[in-house]
């Protein structure tokens, strides 16, 4: 037996500890994608159990095919990471945040994302090194940005008029009270010549009636 060997009663060397394995940027979009999708599941309650919970997470992000060919996760170095995951990117989207406050006129989306980059470092002394776990949550309610970049927010304004074209605007159910209008917009036009029409002929018939009577009485007076 080897004298220097590990497991030699007289050995003082000490075990080299086992190297953790680092995470892939893959490997993090996987597991936002199994903390999403296991959180928002409208089968699983709420109240679940913090061990089960993180096992469905485990679960989905061993499966994922995107990993095909790579060790396995266990479910506490996965809340580990979603962890670390998590503090980083909300510190992120404070600086971003900062960012689009200070965003001045003709500054684009990638000005914005140097500035944040910035504030991130001059507030936690360190680059923020996560970004693709940012882009991952960032339109997700809870990490979601409540201002807009300049370009975003023409985008939007731009999707607005877009959407809802001025010639859609005027097609809608008339109400009460426009029927009535028209109602009377079309009678004071054909309908309206109609009425005179009508009214004319009602007098010749008048006048013709009242001939007839005159005629017939007095042909009754001239007989007595």
Not at 14 to 43: F, G
Not at 176 to 203: F, P, S, W
Request: aromatic share 10%.
């Amino acid at each position: 037996m080897d004298p220097f060997s590990l497991n030699s009663p007289g050995s003082s060397r000490v075990p080299k500890p086992v190297e953790r394995k680092k995470w892939t940027p893959q490997e993090d979009i996987v597991l936002i994608s199994a903390w999403l999708n296991t959180s928002k599941d409208p089968i699983v309650s709420n109240q679940q159990k913090l061990v089960s919970f993180w096992r469905r997470i485990e679960e989905y992000f061993n499966s994922s095919p995107l990993l095909t060919g790579s060790s396995g996760r266990e479910w506490s170095t996965c809340k580990q990471r979603w962890g670390r995951l998590n503090s980083e990117v909300c510190k992120f989207v404070g600086s971003y945040e900062a960012a689009l406050k200070e965003q001045a006129s003709g500054q684009n989306e990638n000005d914005v994302m140097k500035a944040a980059h910035d504030i991130f470092f001059n507030d936690y002394t360190g680059k923020f090194t996560l970004e693709h776990a940012w882009r991952e949550l960032r339109f997700d309610q809870k990490w979601r940005s409540t201002y807009l970049t300049t370009d975003g927010a023409k985008e939007k304004r731009k999707e607005a008029t877009e959407t809802v074209p001025d010639s859609e605007e005027e097609v809608r159910p008339p109400g009460v009270k426009a029927c009535k209008a028209a109602a009377k917009r079309k009678k004071h036009g054909n309908e309206a010549a109609y009425d005179r029409l009508q009214t004319i002929i009602d007098m010749k018939q008048n006048i013709s009636k009242q001939k007839l009577l005159d005629r017939l009485l007095s042909k009754k007076r001239y007989s007595n």
